[in-house]
């Protein structure tokens, strides 16, 4: 599973400068989870055999391949009421075409295009929907299909593309935001309200999991997507949910270093770090020291070796802001964020 994603447009919109007053101010009043504290928010963690690679600051942002799979998979995943495609054989295959027409550059750019050069989620679905050429599908349809989204814009952006695809087939068609997981699937898994919701493979099969299982359940989400796609099918078949076929395109935790950083030292992937370069300093959120997935996972899956951690944020500004100001070496992203350069 990933950290959790809260309100994802809102630290997004916030720009370089802002994140940098937010770092200052977090690191003057010392509040838990931030740059500040008794030792400056860092944590010293022994010594380096490699030698030290200096942070070099850059505004763009690339992440690092995660090579040995340390990260459970969270492919986009068309999530069904199965009530609603009973006797409907059009609308799972029209999101396939939906999944398909997805990679992580192509939904970076999606996220670009809304949280950085603020255009709206409907402006960039349409525009997205008329390129890919799902404008035209060949599939009918017909009826009433409400599509969720959760209250953060790439799943504002995801919900509207549903929605287009379908009303170009034939549906009456709309999108309704329905807070976080918790509020909105009991509403699509009940599917009165609604129908179909842009999910995330790794993390609603846990969700499930420990809904149906119990909150000490052993996990079915991993590393292996059809591994975790079967065990999600399972699962969705006891709370009345059926799925598309997973996207090649992933919102789940990465590391990202900067492009100037990446350059100087011939590095892609999180292994050839592991190889160039010790005494790094790692940001992430204060629980990313205790996390299996994060630098606990990095040091034992990949041999990284820090010499500091400093606490900052999930994903949000200040990693970012650390990251380009060169106060942190490698730091815990979302893959899809729309503030990173795509791999290609």
Request: hydrophobic share 40%; glycine share 12%.
């Amino acid at each position: 599973m990933k950290f959790p994603r809260t309100h994802v447009s809102l630290p997004r919109a916030l720009g370089a400068a802002a994140a940098v007053v937010s770092l200052a101010l977090l690191t003057a009043c010392g509040e838990p989870g931030s740059a500040g504290g008794g030792d400056g928010g860092s944590t010293e963690t022994g010594g380096s055999s490699l030698a030290a690679c200096e942070a070099v600051p850059g505004d763009e942002l690339v992440v690092l391949e995660d090579d040995q799979q340390l990260q459970t998979v969270d492919n986009i995943i068309p999530a069904i009421n199965a009530a609603a495609v009973e006797g409907d054989d059009t609308l799972i295959p029209l999101l396939d075409s939906v999944s398909a027409a997805l990679d992580t550059d192509t939904l970076i750019g999606l996220n670009k295009a809304v949280d950085v050069d603020r255009r709206t989620s409907a402006e960039v679905a349409e525009e997205f929907v008329a390129d890919a050429g799902l404008d035209s599908p060949e599939q009918s349809g017909s009826g009433k299909i409400v599509v969720g989204a959760a209250d953060f814009a790439e799943s504002a952006t995801l919900g509207t593309i549903y929605a287009t695809v379908l009303n170009a087939a034939g549906y009456d068609a709309e999108v309704t935001t329905i807070g976080n997981r918790e509020a909105y699937l009991p509403a699509l898994e009940d599917g009165e309200q609604v129908q179909v919701i842009p999910e995330y493979v790794g993390t609603l099969t846990e969700f499930i999991n420990k809904d149906v299982n119990g909150a000490d359940a052993e996990p079915v989400a991993s590393s292996d997507l059809d591994a975790t796609v079967e065990g999600l099918t399972g699962l969705g078949e006891e709370v009345g949910l059926v799925f598309g076929e997973p996207s090649p395109a992933q919102d789940q935790n990465a590391f990202a270093v900067t492009k100037a950083f990446a350059d100087e030292h011939g590095v892609t992937t999180l292994s050839e770090l592991a190889e160039a370069c010790g005494g790094l300093v790692l940001g992430g959120p204060p629980e990313c020291t205790e996390r299996p997935f994060c630098q606990p996972g990095l040091e034992e899956t990949y041999g990284l070796e820090f010499a500091e951690f400093r606490s900052l944020d999930a994903g949000g500004p200040l990693t970012k802001s650390a990251l380009q100001q060169g106060e942190v070496t490698l730091g815990l992203v979302f893959s899809s964020d729309g503030s990173l350069t795509p791999s290609s």
